[in-house]
């Protein structure tokens, strides 16, 4: 009884997520298309609500091709690599304060490690493709992804000393008075660049870039497989908006507290559409940068400058508050 | 300072994208709304008929003779008085190219050209020759539009 409850459960989360990464492709479209003066899919049932099943339906109907030399257990293994992290990490996050799957009291530490367990699922397959320009293209990723890992884990860490906790649900919980962007303004635009890095979302989608490499590390991958690394990308998409927002801004606060009796889930799905529209639309404004410049920007720049805050604001925690 | 120019060209980039968001779409869903054609598109011809109904075409074979592509197949005969009448007037559409010295070698203002595209996609090749009922049809619909445009 109690493992179908367990299952049920389980169940109940996964679908609505899925369906939920789903039409988060519609509305990229969309949303995309509108920036650019056109209409997106519109053909598809009502005003092209359906497009994504017509997708997923596509998708699925097609046929598994395994390149001749590949490892088949890696190949099959690596788009699950992809995915599971990816839900994984979103069981942590706080839609409300009782609204949480597991109210883990590292929760910040979990998702820095899940997130790095992602990687693998990259260069898995990238390997197991046996192909040149796949191996290439998540070569690439795993570096990007590897590189905006510190200044993001520094960013993590000054979060957690000013909340002085990294149980999410706290984390919220200390930013009644004052959101957290306040005092952290000069490290957002790091842990934005890092988050855009690490979902490789564009400017930084080198390793799947769609003009250039013809899909990257995923050249070799058909259907469901493809399927499952596509969902991935956008179910991580959702958890790091969902972090910025816990993090940032205040999670399932109300904007201001005379406004309470709007349910906090609504002020938390409100926040995190905000900032998933924000990387639609850094996608249509962006242009892509250069490898080199890439790699170089994190070492160079934004590991000095998160080091750098995050020895000021612990000098301030322990001289300005008591710590 | 670098640090500004790189902040405010993003943040330029970010308005123009805002900007543009909240513009309406330059697309035209096409079947479901038609841009209104103005008197210049080319589409079709059309026999137009004068204001008593009957067609303006006096078969004196201009436009056949005009046309660059031989679209334009006559068959008229003759009456006892000597006037002409028109028998057949056949466009074929496979060969027309749309330049439209037809319309302008006709002394009467007989032949124009209408913005009909009903014949946008069509399967078989004998749909491509309009004869005469078809052209005069067109005429009648777009009597209005050709006198308005004037």
């Known amino acids: ?323 | 300072m670098k640090l500004y120019k790189i902040f405010s060209s993003i943040i330029n980039g970010f308005s123009v994208t805002l900007g543009m968001f909240f513009k309406t779409p330059v697309t035209i869903d096409y079947p479901n709304n038609q841009e209104t054609p103005t008197s210049a598109t080319k589409f079709e011809h059309a026999l137009m008929p004068d204001d008593s109904g009957k067609l303006k075409c006096i078969a004196c074979r201009m436009c056949e003779q005009a046309c660059p592509a031989g679209a334009i197949s006559i068959k008229a005969q003759e009456d006892d008085k000597g006037k002409s009448i028109l028998e057949s007037f056949d466009i074929d559409y496979s060969k027309c190219i749309y330049c439209n010295l037809c319309v302008q070698s006709c002394p009467v203002g007989s032949i124009k050209d209408v913005p009909c595209l009903d014949s946008a996609a069509k399967p078989d090749k004998s749909s491509f020759v309009y004869n005469k009922d078809k052209l005069a049809e067109n005429g009648r619909k777009y009597k209005v539009f050709i006198e308005g445009s004037k």
Not at chain 1, 32 to 47: L, M, V, Y
């Open chain 1, 1 to 323: 009884m109690d493992t179908l409850v367990i299952l049920l459960k389980i169940i109940l989360f996964i679908v609505p997520l899925f369906i939920f990464a789903g039409f988060l492709t519609y509305a990229e479209r969309k949303v995309i298309a509108k920036i650019q003066r056109r209409i997106g899919p519109n053909q598809t049932g009502f005003k092209g609500l359906l497009q994504p099943y017509a997708d997923i339906i596509k998708l699925v109907a097609k046929e598994i091709i395994i390149p001749k030399k590949a490892n088949k257990v890696i190949f099959f293994l690596a788009p699950l690599m992809i995915l599971i992290p990816a839900l994984l990490s979103i069981v942590v996050i706080p839609a409300s304060k009782e609204l949480v799957w597991a109210d883990l009291n590292l929760g910040l530490l979990y998702i820095l490690a899940i997130s790095s367990l992602g990687i693998f699922g990259m260069l898995l397959t990238a390997w197991g493709s046996n192909s040149n320009y796949a191996l290439l293209g998540g070569i690439r990723g795993v570096c990007q992804v590897i590189s905006y890992e510190i200044p993001l884990a520094f960013v993590l860490l000054t979060v957690a000393l000013l909340s002085k906790s990294m149980n999410l649900n706290e984390i919220v919980t200390s930013q009644s008075g004052l959101w957290n962007i306040m005092p952290l303004l000069p490290i957002f635009p790091i842990f934005i660049v890092s988050i855009f890095a690490k979902t490789h979302r564009t400017p930084f989608d080198l390793p799947e870039a769609e003009n250039e490499l013809v899909a990257g590390f995923n050249v070799e991958y058909s259907s469901t497989p493809f399927a499952m690394i596509f969902l991935g990308e956008y179910i991580n998409l959702v958890v790091y908006s969902a972090l910025t927002v816990v993090l940032f801004f205040g999670g399932w606060l109300p904007l201001f507290s005379g406004l309470e009796f709007i349910p906090p889930v609504v002020w938390f799905t409100i926040k995190t559409a905000i900032v998933i529209l924000s990387f639609f639309f850094a996608r249509a404004t962006l242009p892509r940068v250069k490898f080199d410049r890439l790699l170089s920007f994190s070492w160079k720049v934004l590991i000095p400058i998160s080091m750098a805050y995050f020895v000021i604001i612990a000098t301030y925690m322990q001289f300005f508050r008591s710590l």
